[in-house]
């Protein structure tokens, strides 16, 4: 368990592949400590008119991680966004929607990033 | 883990493709079982005037359990689209009753004491009259 920021713990890890990178190669980044929350309400009311760009997981990490969006502005349209695998490269997939900062500059300073679920590998618990 | 309610009924689970009589492909689920009509109409109502009634009934939910963390219940949430041909339907409280489409899948309090399912329900069939609504 690490800690994210100067108030949570992780409670997972992930794995994080560029958008031209996949599994089973190794990711771009490996073995990054998140804590992963379900927010599938909150996507779903936020996006009511584009249900495809709604996000279904908040993921909290350290503020140096290199992960990347392929947001553009305006009209949504995700370029060459990276993805996150849960808790490793053989888990469940997730996009990344959205990166924001928090806590610039603070001691309570990681990154938050909106996350849309893909197919997992059913059964599993990694959602 | 435990759920952090008490539980207040059961569910049976089916896979698509599997339907009672037959049997469940998860039976007797401890769930604690509530409905959520508002808040799944509300945050649906932009796509049922884009997509018509058909994608709205897609996405909407009507009821909302709580499972157990480690229950084999699935959604059919492909990323940003909704496939229901791969999505169980759970029976509550059995084979008997009412029948529910999963729309959504989520953990909550992941690695926490109560650590669960999230279980995000439309509400297809009731056999009236009825209380398990």
């Given at each position: 368990m690490a800690t994210i920021g100067s108030t949570l713990n992780s409670n997972t890890t992930c794995d994080i592949y560029r958008s031209t990178n996949a599994p089973p190669a190794n990711p771009d980044v490996a073995g990054v400590p998140i804590y992963l929350a379900p927010d599938y309400v909150g996507g779903a009311e936020h996006n009511e008119s584009n249900q495809?760009?709604?996000?279904t997981h908040i993921a909290s990490l350290a503020a140096t991680t290199d992960i990347r969006d392929g947001y553009q502005g305006g009209p949504f349209l995700l370029v060459n966004p990276d993805n996150v695998y849960v808790p490793d490269k053989n888990g469940t997939k997730f996009k990344v929607i959205l990166v924001v900062r928090k806590g610039r500059n603070t001691a309570n300073d990681f990154k938050k990033v909106y996350l849309q679920r893909q197919t997992p590998t059913w059964p599993t618990q990694n959602i | 883990m435990a759920l952090p309610f008490a539980s207040n009924t059961t569910c049976d689970i089916y896979r698509h493709g599997n339907a009672p009589p037959a049997n469940p492909d998860v039976a007797g689920v401890k769930i604690y079982f509530k409905e959520e009509y508002t808040k799944g109409s509300e945050a649906n109502e932009g796509a049922a005037s884009s997509g018509g009634t058909a994608l709205q009934s897609q996405w909407k939910w009507t009821h909302i359990a709580f499972m157990p963390q480690g229950t084999d219940v699935r959604d059919g949430y492909t990323g940003g689209n909704i496939s229901q041909a791969n999505a169980d339907f759970v029976w509550v409280p059995n084979k008997n009753q009412s029948k529910y489409l999963v729309i959504f899948v989520e953990r909550v309090n992941r690695g926490q004491a109560t650590d669960y399912l999230r279980v995000y329900l439309q509400r297809v069939i009731v056999p009236w009259p009825s209380n398990e609504v």
């Open positions: 495809g760009n709604a996000w | -």
